[in-house]
């Protein structure tokens, strides 16, 4: 606390910098404000006293205070890690449970923090930002020993050595240093383009791990939902995860229905962990979500985290070879060894031939001549020998062909960032070169992936405007949409009515639809009713369902949303266009699956939407409470969801089939649609046939 006061003593002007509020805070800054104030009063008078002089009249000298309101003075970082890291459910208890955590990080658990600027930096001060330390990047220092390290660069050296030595020795300073100079620059050639390389390509690392490592996360604040960066995240935060997110930070379950977490990043147990608020409501930054949708309230971030202290001990070493360089690594070092083995043949074969005179010098003279030869004379000939060993060494090591590749491939990596792709590593260009099958997205690759509904089928007759539809349906449409999704609509308060709309593509273009089209208000519709029981959308079961109870009659109701095949095959009924329930029989089953059919043919995504009510007495038996009504269902209606291709994917499709890779689109939607998005990309010719390890 004492840092945040700062007492000026010299200063006459009566300036007071207290806060006026009289938050509980304040008030005892005001009280010690007097205090220290009425102190320095009494001991200023005992002075003057002392010194003989009058008591003072007016103007009393006024000291400034700079003094910050006490921002979260009920809790701090080391019991926030405390119950969280420990899984500490008593603590937590003590404390008064999630809310009063939320109140203590002045976390509103509906609408999140203001996100104002100082308040945002206010958190960032007390409990620090969201981002790891990371290891030290390394130096070119760093790699020019690595450089060095080289036992092929060690025995080049050696020769060259060698070479300089005995070459001046041999043929004089002027002309002697040719071949063991020339063998010295090669050396520091190859020493400086592999630093100079691997340095650049370390940094081009950290700098593309930075952009990588900056996902979006979905936070709540002021009431609105927004994306903003994982690095602005802040303790007090409530942030929105669902199926596939990653958790940004450590914290706890706010609300939400059948969390599953994964947590094998941290613990390496495969099992999924259920998170809720009674028995485990403790998040870890670096799991992720496996199942379900949640709210959490962020309590510890960055180094504060598990996760963080991880992190900061790992570093990734980025110097691994690609398959060709190690390949090429080997038959350098066979190709050295062979020449090693001639270098030493040729030695020992001159050697011999010396000392048994068979050899000659310039003059025509025999060299070795037993005993009486001279010592200069013989130290000659012995370096002329050697020295034609090594260059033979220094030749034959191929360094060259390995500097070639990797410059080869660093080239290639500049080329295909500057293409906007990302090369982690240099062997990823390598891969992608000998790739011969792209496997592609459909949503969002293929696709713009701006969803927008675009048919609207209610019974078996398609509506063109959506104000001719009955009033019963549109209810049952509304609380089908507003109640069962994980997407969420924000309308800015300030006049203006531009709605805002989160969630998957999927969600966000329903919502968009209801709420523009249908004139949905999400907020009413959400306090007429509460939520019993919700089953999360994934992937497999394509659907996603809520139980509900409306709070002016009581009544039960089980909403259901998917994929149009498998919704219907849950449906015995359906309402008609006018909004009166009819059974459903096999025959007008069929007709309900060419409409799915045909919509699907023109590549919209179909999603049907089915109901039914739960009488009083199902339900005391425990009915949509564990589990949602599955059968028997009446269906409300069906959308058709356009996701227009993206332009110039026909031509990448078409320059990846000329360089003979195939290309395959990975969808989890209706067979149909992908047909009709696959022709429209092109991937699919109008007359093949999809093969059948192609369906899902
Ligand atoms: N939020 C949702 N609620 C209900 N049903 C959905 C939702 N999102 C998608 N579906 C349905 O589930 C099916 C599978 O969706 P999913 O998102 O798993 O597909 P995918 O494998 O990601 O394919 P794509 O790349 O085309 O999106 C979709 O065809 C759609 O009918
Ligand atoms: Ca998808």
């Not at 010299?10 to 806060?19: A, H, I, S, T």
């Not at 914290?251 to 599953?260: N, T």
């Amino acid at each position: 606390m004492s840092d945040n006061l700062h007492v000026n003593l010299n200063c006459k002007e009566p300036k007071l910098d207290v806060p006026t509020t009289h938050s509980k805070p304040n008030k005892r800054w005001r009280l010690a404000f007097a205090t220290i104030y009425c102190a320095r009063v009494l001991h200023s008078l005992l002075n003057e006293k002392k010194n003989g002089s009058k008591l003072p009249v007016a103007a009393p000298s006024f000291d400034v205070f700079n003094v910050k309101p006490d921002a979260f003075s009920r809790i701090d970082q080391t019991t926030l890690t405390e119950i969280v890291k420990e899984k500490n459910v008593d603590l937590l208890l003590e404390f008064g449970g999630v809310e009063s955590v939320a109140d203590a990080l002045e976390t509103d658990i509906k609408n999140g923090i203001s996100g104002a600027v100082d308040d945002v930096a206010l958190r960032q001060e007390a409990f620090g930002s969201n981002t790891y330390k990371r290891p030290p990047a390394k130096s070119l220092f760093h790699f020019v020993v690595e450089a060095f390290k080289d036992l092929t660069v060690f025995i080049l050296l050696f020769c060259a050595t060698l070479s300089l030595g005995f070459g001046i020795k041999e043929h004089g300073l002027k002309e002697g240093w040719y071949d063991g100079g020339s063998i010295f620059v090669a050396v520091i050639l190859v020493v400086s383009v592999s630093a100079v390389s691997n340095f650049r390509q370390n940094r081009q690392f950290e700098k593309l791990s930075k952009v990588s490592n900056n996902i979006k996360v979905d936070v709540f604040r002021n009431g609105r939902r927004q994306q903003i960066s994982i690095f602005e995240i802040v303790v007090g935060d409530v942030v929105g995860l669902k199926i596939g997110d990653q958790v940004p930070a450590d914290g706890l379950f706010l609300d939400g229905h059948s969390l599953q977490v994964d947590e094998s990043s941290m613990t390496g147990e495969s099992d999924h962990v259920e998170v809720n608020s009674s028995h485990n409501p403790f998040l870890f930054s670096g799991t992720k979500v496996a199942d379900g949708y949640a709210q959490m309230l962020v309590t510890s971030v960055g180094m504060n985290t598990t996760w963080g202290q991880m992190m900061s001990t790992i570093s990734r070493d980025t110097n691994e070879q690609t398959p060709l360089q190690a390949r090429l690594n080997k038959l350098t070092s066979s190709i050295g060894k062979v020449g090693m083995a001639v270098a030493f043949l040729v030695l020992v074969v001159s050697l011999v031939r010396y000392f048994t005179g068979n050899t000659e010098d310039e003059n025509g003279n025999r060299e070795f001549i037993g005993s009486n030869i001279k010592a200069v004379d013989m130290v000659h000939s012995m370096v002329t020998i050697i020295a034609a060993a090594f260059t033979i060494l220094a030749v034959a090591i191929p360094k060259g062909l390995l500097l070639a590749v990797t410059l080869i491939l660093t080239y290639s990596m500049k080329r295909m960032m500057a293409d906007q792709a990302m090369v982690r590593k240099l062997s990823a260009c390598e891969t992608m070169g000998s790739a011969t099958t792209i496997c592609t997205g459909k949503t969002g690759t293929l696709t713009l992936n701006q969803m927008k509904v675009t048919k609207i089928w209610l019974g078996q007759e398609p509506i063109e405007v959506s104000s001719s539809i009955s009033t019963n349906l549109l209810n049952l449409i509304q609380q089908g949409v507003a109640l069962n999704t994980t997407g969420s609509v924000y309308k800015a308060s300030s006049g203006s009515s531009k709605f805002e709309f989160s969630g998957s593509p999927t969600e966000k273009a329903i919502l968009s639809w209801a709420v523009l089209e249908l004139d949905m208000d999400m907020e009413i519709l959400k306090q007429n009713c509460t939520i019993l029981h919700v089953e999360a959308f994934n992937s497999e079961k394509k659907r996603s369902g809520v139980s509900i109870r409306s709070k002016a009659d009581n009544t039960i109701h089980v909403h259901w949303k998917g994929a149009a095949e498998m919704i219907l095959a849950m449906c015995s009924r359906y309402y008609d266009a006018s909004g009166s329930m009819k059974d459903m029989d096999d025959d007008e089953r069929m007709i309900f699956e060419q409409i799915i059919q045909g919509m699907a043919a023109s590549s919209l995504r179909c999603i049907a939407f089915a109901h039914t009510q739960i009488p009083g007495e199902e339900h005391e038996i425990g009915v949509g409470l564990q589990n949602l009504k599955e059968h028997s269902l009446t269906l409300i209606g069906l959308v058709g969801i356009k996701d227009p291709c993206r332009p110039g994917v026909r031509k990448a499709v078409e320059d990846c089939q000329c360089a003979g890779v195939n290309v395959k689109m990975i969808t989890g939607d209706n067979v149909f649609t992908a047909r009709a998005m696959a022709t429209e990309c092109g991937i699919l010719r109008p007359d093949q046939d999809m093969t059948s390890e192609g369906r899902r």
